[in-house]
């Protein structure tokens, strides 16, 4: 288990009955989560008072109800990260504080590579990694299908002060640039992905993770460089092993550049019950 730590702005104060109970800041939020099939032992008035709960629909969605006036948006940070933050129709944020075992862990190969690095980040969302990554010292191509996702990465990037590095934002079909970068013959020393379960091309393409997975990364392999740094998926695949991902690096990556595979879940500290919430799976290749 990979559990996000050292958060100051960020806490998971409690789980149970299929919600979490979390501080983003100063603001207290209350969302489902369907790994917590246990029960709440306690609905305490900080469960009751939560500033906003989010309600899921027995059609689909869901819904905020507001307790408290919060602000549109608000800003959180880490470790000189700074993140906006706010709450979307489908219940997310727009950040994923478990995901801050990996910005650690790839600023530090960053930092002690000893050389430029150049890093690919595919369905790149709103950007932490990529944040991270550029204030480690990368250059950093950011990528994603969605025009609003990449802009708020953009803001997150001014946000934390790293406005002057080289970071490009391309809005596009994420298997179709890694066509053309191949083409152009681009060469990256990193790759970061987190892709969908599910999904759609721009010509509606089907993309199934257990069908494409694989050939994706293969196609990935065609745009590293002769020396690459370290490659990194990320999953939230309900029903995926981490060993699959251990796996396939194993037969590309690994077959390929030797290096070290390391798997596993990736999660958040319970602060109530000192316990763990699984949140995914990560597979990590470094050189």
Aim: include cysteine; glycine fraction near 10%; hydrophobic fraction near 35%.
């Amino acid at each position: 288990m990979y559990a996000a730590q050292d958060w100051k702005d960020y806490e998971l104060i409690d789980t149970g009955g299929g919600e979490k109970l979390e501080r983003w800041g100063s603001i207290i939020l209350r969302r489902p989560d369907p790994q917590i099939i246990w029960p709440l032992a306690k609905e305490t008035g900080v469960w009751r008072n939560a500033d906003a709960h989010y309600h899921r629909s027995s059609s689909g969605g869901g819904r905020w109800e507001y307790k408290n006036d919060i602000p549109e948006r608000w800003t959180i940070s880490y470790h000189g990260l700074s993140f906006h933050i706010k709450p979307t129709s489908f219940k997310h944020t727009g950040l994923f504080p478990e995901q801050a075992v990996n910005w650690t862990w790839m600023m530090d190969k960053i930092r002690s590579a000893g050389r430029p690095i150049r890093v690919l980040n595919l369905f790149a969302y709103t950007g932490g990694a990529s944040v991270a990554c550029a204030s480690a010292g990368a250059e950093v191509c950011h990528v994603d299908a969605s025009k609003g996702v990449v802009q708020w990465a953009k803001e997150n990037l001014q946000l934390s002060g790293l406005g002057h590095r080289p970071v490009r934002f391309i809005t596009d079909d994420v298997f179709k640039f890694v066509q053309r970068e191949q083409r152009r013959g681009s060469k990256y020393d990193a790759i970061i992905m987190d892709p969908p379960s599910y999904g759609r091309g721009p010509n509606g393409e089907t993309w199934k993770l257990e069908t494409n997975l694989y050939p994706f990364v293969e196609s990935c392999m065609n745009i590293l460089t002769d020396k690459p740094l370290f490659f990194l998926i990320n999953s939230y695949t309900t029903g995926l092993s981490a060993t699959v991902l251990h796996n396939i690096l194993s037969l590309s990556l690994g077959r390929s550049y030797g290096g070290k595979i390391s798997c596993g879940e990736i999660g958040l500290p319970i602060t109530a019950t000192k316990l763990t919430l699984p949140c995914g799976i990560l597979g990590r290749w470094e050189a």
